[in-house]
């Protein structure tokens, strides 16, 4: 296993979770680690990203300000804080890593690697 998703769960709306991503083999150290989530019967959708070069980190618009992403390089271990959970973020969350250059971070098809999902649920 190269990426193990974990920390998803039901709360209700204005809670808050904390997703970890741990990886492993060919997945850790890589350029890129990245959130993604899937609604049933929607397309995947960008959530957050960090890069290990430099720290930097992007957001998606739908959750800039409520979520918080970052990463353990020692643990090689991403994070995905969530605060201020809303309904429209149920959804099942997957990490994704690769050397994926910057025009490219919130499209799906550029990682290499994916986790498992892990399932969030926010009731109203």
């Known amino acids: 296993v190269q990426l193990q998703a974990s920390g998803g769960g039901l709360v209700q709306a204005g809670g808050y979770l904390r997703l970890s991503c741990a990886a492993s083999?060919?997945?850790?150290?890589?350029?890129?680690m990245a959130w993604f989530r899937q609604d049933t019967g929607k397309e995947r959708e960008f959530v957050a990203a960090?890069?290990?070069?430099?720290?930097?980190?992007y957001y998606s618009d739908s959750v800039k300000g409520r979520f918080t992403v970052s990463r353990d390089n020692a643990k090689n271990t991403m994070y995905l804080q969530m605060d201020s959970l809303k309904p429209e973020d149920t959804a099942d969350y997957y990490c994704?890593?690769?050397?994926?250059?910057?025009?490219?971070?919130?499209?799906?098809?550029?990682?290499?690697?994916w986790g498992q999902g892990t399932q969030v649920t926010v009731s109203s």
């Open positions: 960090h890069r290990w070069d430099g720290g930097y980190t």
């Open positions: 994704a890593t690769g050397s994926v250059i910057v025009g490219r971070i919130r499209t799906p098809t550029a990682y290499a690697n």
């Open positions: 083999g060919r997945a850790a150290g890589s350029r890129v």
